[in-house]
């Protein structure tokens, strides 16, 4: 089945595989998105291209580039999710709270979708969070 320690399980795609990041690799990538990373203004500005909506599919959802654009409690929450048999993931944020996600798992079929945007509703909700942003809540 590959090399040891190689966990693609049966999904064995040439040309793609799978990409492997560790959490400090998605942390960093979720701050470049969130426009704090100082410095980078080129980066910054394909990230946000990246995430401007291409195609409305309902009233609640956009689709950008990679991004899903999610409208939840008068928020919008901007994330991806995946995963194959072995693996759930899900990077999420609220660029208007400056606030974002990151949940890996090496175990497939985990709703980490569903977690990580309860967590992020939660945080946004959270009276701490928005007296120290100096935002109101929605």
């Given at each position: 089945m590959g090399e040891p320690g190689q966990q693609q399980g049966i999904f064995n795609w040439p040309g793609t595989g799978q990409m492997y990041s560790s959490a400090r690799?998605?942390?960093r990538f979720l701050a470049a998105n969130l426009g704090a990373l100082p410095d980078n203004a080129p980066l910054q500005a394909a990230m946000a291209f990246?995430?401007?909506?291409?195609?409305?599919v309902g009233?609640?959802?956009?689709?950008?580039?990679?991004?899903?654009?999610?409208?939840?409690?008068g928020l919008e929450l901007v994330d991806k999710n995946g995963g194959l048999n072995?693996?759930?993931?899900?990077?999420?944020?609220i660029p208007q709270?400056?606030?974002?996600?990151?949940?890996?798992s090496n175990c497939g079929g985990?709703?980490?979708?569903?977690i990580?945007?309860?967590?992020?509703?939660?945080?946004?909700r959270s009276p701490a969070l928005v007296s120290e942003h100096g935002h109101k809540g929605d």
């Open positions: 690799d998605m942390a990246a995430q401007q909506g291409v195609f409305t009233p609640r959802f956009t689709q950008a580039l990679a991004w899903q654009r999610v409208k939840n409690d072995n693996t759930a993931t899900y990077i999420g944020m709270r400056r606030l974002g996600i990151v949940i890996l985990e709703p980490a979708t569903r990580g945007r309860q967590i992020m509703l939660a945080l946004a």
